[in-house]
């Protein structure tokens, strides 16, 4: 019982402290009331529901990562059979690939958006690139694993 009491004054404290700073700065830019901020984060969530802008913005977020899934799979499900089949095809992507894999998708997002700007093309280029190299990669290995035998 004293364990879940100590664990739970910090937050308390802080909370305490914060209400208590607010209420004493003139300024509610620098530290707002926290029944401010709780009516600001739950404000969005009425404006999106109330005039049907969240089902539009799910929609158009869904679409680029449909566009962007459908091209790394259309793309990477052909070259990983291709990759895993025959050694040459193999041999000729394997270099590049090992080399942009290990890049994560957000190290490529500065250099998307300064080659193709803000919109729906760099959005479906960034989600292609998060699920090409896994996609490609498991499909190599699939094909590789599969029994001769069969």
Do not use: C, H
């Amino acid at each position: 019982m004293k364990k879940r009491i100590i664990k739970v004054l910090l937050p308390i404290a802080i909370i305490i402290g914060w209400e208590l700073i607010s209420l004493t700065i003139d300024n509610q830019w620098k530290l707002p009331l926290l029944e401010s901020i709780v009516s600001i984060l739950a404000d969005p969530t009425k404006r999106l529901l109330g005039t049907g802008s969240l089902i539009e913005n799910t929609y158009f977020s869904l679409k680029r990562v449909f566009l962007g899934f459908a091209l790394a799979s259309g793309i990477g499900i052909p070259l990983g059979i291709g990759m895993g089949w025959w050694t040459r095809i193999g041999d000729v992507f394997d270099y590049t690939i090992e080399v942009l894999r290990p890049i994560p998708p957000l190290a490529w997002i500065p250099l998307i958006l300064a080659w193709f700007g803000l919109g729906l093309r760099s959005s479906i280029i960034i989600i292609f690139i998060g699920a090409f190299f896994p996609i490609l990669v498991n499909t190599i290995e699939g094909v590789k694993n599969v029994n001769s035998g069969l």
